[in-house]
Nanobody, 123 residues
Framework: QEHLVESGGGLVQGGGSLRLSCAASGRTFSGYVMGWFRQAPGKEREFVAAVSRRGDFTYYADSVKGRFTISRDNAKNTVYLQMNSLKPEDTAVYYC????????????????WGQGTQVTVSS
C-alpha cells in the first residue's frame, strides 16, 4: 500500500512557476504508474499528467502540454510536477495518485491518492 503526500503548492502570479512533489512511503513505488490530477472549485477532478514506472514515458492533458513536466525519482520514492507559464485557469487542488495497472487518464484506474496541495495562480 502506498501513502502519498503532496507538497509545493502555493500562490503564484500568472506566468510564474511552481514545482510540486509527491512522496510515497511504500516499498514498491517503482511498481506504480504515477499521475497528477487537479480539481478546481465547482469542477470535476481531471487528469493532468502521468509517468511510466521507469520514468521513460509521459503523457499530458492537452491543456498543460508544453508547460508542465512530470518526472519521478524511484530512488527517492518521489514524483514531481514542474509547472511553468502558469495561468489563472490552472488554479486547483493538485493530487498525485498511484496506479498498479497500465498508464491511464481515468481517475477510477488509480489505486492510491494523496490529500492534495492547493495551487492558486493570480492574474
Amino acid at each position: 500500500q502506498e501513502h502519498l503526500v503532496e507538497s509545493g503548492g502555493g500562490l503564484v502570479q500568472g506566468g510564474g512557476s511552481l514545482r510540486l512533489s509527491c512522496a510515497a512511503s511504500g516499498r514498491t513505488f517503482s511498481g506504480y504508474v504515477m499521475g497528477w490530477f487537479r480539481q478546481a472549485p465547482g469542477k470535476e477532478r481531471e487528469f493532468v499528467a502521468a509517468v511510466s514506472r521507469r520514468g521513460d514515458f509521459t503523457y499530458y492533458a492537452d491543456s498543460v502540454k508544453g508547460r508542465f513536466t512530470i518526472s519521478r525519482d524511484n530512488a527517492k520514492n518521489t514524483v514531481y510536477l514542474q509547472m511553468n507559464s502558469l495561468k489563472p485557469e490552472d488554479t486547483a487542488v493538485y493530487y498525485c495518485a498511484a496506479d498498479r495497472g497500465i498508464m491511464s487518464t481515468l481517475l477510477s484506474d488509480y489505486d492510491y491518492w494523496g490529500q492534495g496541495t492547493q495551487v492558486t495562480v493570480s492574474s
